[in-house]
């Protein structure tokens, strides 16, 4: 048995009745996954957060243990303080897992309930962002900038099901994901003045995206499923002002 399986199994006390996370937890989930003892493969609180709500989105179900195993960049349980703190990490984790897929859910119900969702965004140390912008020798942007780690747990969860490149490709419709790969590239090719940091709407857009997205996907699925593919490489439209979809340093 899969050990992400079998310790939830064993450990019904992570499988609590549901609530949404309070702010305290919210901050509490980003303190648990920075512990140095965990794997240095182990996902930002942020970027899990960006790759969950991918996970949600995606017309294939996900299953508890694949999205555990991708959060924590391994097969087996972490280490993680003590048991007490390994189970709360985990039943933070399985919580906000519950709370986005409520959030959508609720959209697709009442088309007009697009306000449970909010992406969790950590904040930016200042002397870890550089402002203005600034590209390196291959076109990509360094440092650090705000939901920089979201936008890539959200493309490497897209990565994983090659069902995502319909939406890709999808002239009509592959907009639908161009906020978020202008987040994760930190900058627009297309409007060289543009300050990503300087954008206060920025999440507000990623709001707008993950619900068209989930309303794409709840009609796709109407019109009939298609099959799924392993370990797809996934590039933009290449005429599309995010055909860059570099990893970011």
Known sequence: MNPFVDYIAHHPAILAPHAPLSEDEQDELFQLLNQPELPETAMTAEMADGYLTACVLDPHPVDTHDWLEAVFGQASMPTCGSEDQRDRLLSLLLRRHRDIHQAVSAAQAEPMDTTRYQPLLGSVDDDERIYPYRLDSEGRRVGEWMGRDWAMG??????????????????????????????????????????????????????????????????YAHNGASHRSPAPTLQPPPSSTMAACATPH
């Not at 592959?174 to 930190?186: H, K, R, S, T």
Request: proline content about 6%.
């Open 154 to 219: 959200f493309i490497t969860a897209m990565q994983r099901d090659s069902l995502w490149k319909h939406l890709l490709n999808d002239d009509d419709h592959w907009p639908l994901v161009a906020d978020i790969m202008l987040v994760f590239q930190g900058y627009d090719p297309d409007q060289p003045t543009y300050q990503l940091d300087d954008d206060d709407q920025l999440p507000f857009k990623l709001i707008a995206a993950v619900y068209a997205i989930s309303r794409y996907w709840h009609k």
